[in-house]
């Protein structure tokens, strides 16, 4: 147990669905990320939101649109996604964004797109 | 832009000693990070080092040279428990934490 609770655990959606990915941390914690794991392939950072703004967006499709409502939670919308958006969906959360404190994990919501 | 290598697999027996190589290129740097992930688990924080040098705790050490952008992890007595993969993830000056694909350590009987 990290501190970090992601919901689902597991999602199968259709492509032309809508559905949205829940993280939750009641560490105290300033900043809170998004990251997705593909088979084989580096952990990759999607987004960053730090003290409830939104400070990075790497490049990511519009079909994933992050919500950050207050500093415990993050979400994480979806839609008209992909087969080759099926991987591991990573939050983390750390003390502050930028900093040397480590990020905690949750669990991750495996996501598969048919 | 950012470049992070280091082994895809690693095999080794109970009891022994293996050291997982990472080099790295990064934007500035501010850190570099081990973190352990077991198969359908959440990365777990291992070490960070800023400094050059070694840090040890307990079974694990970590090494980093900055000039070399390298940094090892060393894990001793090998137990089952250990097979997982591990991700060497170093932070830019940017505060962007980066990830490697991680060595996946088979750890047998």
């Known amino acids: ?114 | 832009g950012q470049n992070i290598d280091q082994p895809t697999e690693m095999t080794a027996t109970e009891g022994a000693i293996v050291q997982i190589n990472c080099t790295y290129q990064t934007s500035g740097f501010n850190g570099l990070f081990w973190y352990q992930q077991h198969a359908g688990e959440a990365p777990t924080f291992l070490s960070y080092n800023v400094l050059d040098g070694l840090e040890e705790k307990g079974r694990f050490s970590s090494f980093l040279s900055r000039s070399k952008g390298y940094s090892y992890l060393l894990l001793k007595e090998l137990q089952m428990k250990d097979s997982a993969s591990y991700l060497c993830a170093p932070l830019d000056s940017w505060g962007k934490l980066q990830f490697g694909a991680g060595t996946q350590v088979v750890v047998t009987p």
């Open chain 1, 1 to 114: 147990e990290t501190g970090v609770t992601q919901t689902p655990r597991h999602l199968v959606m259709g492509m032309t669905n809508k559905k949205s990915l829940k993280c939750e941390q009641h560490l105290g914690h300033n900043a809170m990320y998004w990251y997705k794991q593909s088979a084989k392939k580096p952990l990759e950072l999607m987004f960053v939101y730090s003290l409830e703004e939104r400070v990075e967006n790497n490049s990511v499709p519009s079909r994933f649109s992050p919500e950050c409502p207050n500093s415990s939670h993050l979400f994480l919308h979806l839609h008209t996604l992909q087969p080759e958006d099926s991987a591991l969906y990573l939050c983390a959360s750390s003390q502050d964004q930028g900093t040397n404190t480590e990020a905690f994990f949750g669990q991750g919501t495996r996501l598969t797109v048919v």
